[in-house]
């Protein structure tokens, strides 16, 4: 099962949508959930405070999603923090990109609690199992 008291961190530069997806984490039971609205600002409070979970947008200025997911697994002390990417499309050329630069799992908008319960669980059962 997944650790609900553990820290996310929800990166949008949409202000609604953070407040969208912190609704469904707390529906979902997660407290402590802190939002960034962009890449620096979160790599920033990444290097500050331990994340259990990252969910960060695709499509940000100036940092997207993908290269925050990049500037996160080329940091050693970050790398293997798992982290979910929302997007608006579904793009075959983008998912494949994001799983080459090692996204945990994809989300496309819009989407409800179950699907996020889902995509979190599934994260962290392919974690479990590759831990073992």
């Not at 609604?16 to 707390?26: A, E, F, K, P, Q």
């Not at 996204?103 to 669980?121: D, G, M, R, S």
Request: glycine share 6%; net charge neutral; no cysteine.
């Amino acid at each position: 099962m997944v650790n609900t008291s553990m820290p996310v961190l929800v990166v949008d530069d949409y202000n609604t949508m953070i407040r969208i997806i912190r609704n469904l984490l707390r529906q979902l039971g997660f407290a402590d959930v802190d939002e960034a609205n962009d890449g620096a600002s979160a790599l920033a409070k990444m290097r500050i405070k331990r994340y259990g979970l990252v969910i960060s947008d695709w499509n940000m200025e100036p940092m997207s999603g993908y290269d925050l997911l990049q500037q996160v697994r080329a940091d050693p002390g970050l790398g293997t923090t798992p982290f979910i990417m929302v997007t608006a499309e579904s793009k075959t050329e983008n998912v494949i990109a994001a799983k080459k630069a090692g996204v945990n799992n994809y989300i496309v908008k819009p989407f409800n609690a179950q699907t996020l319960k889902a995509k979190i669980e599934a994260v962290f059962t392919e974690a479990a199992a590759m831990a073992h």
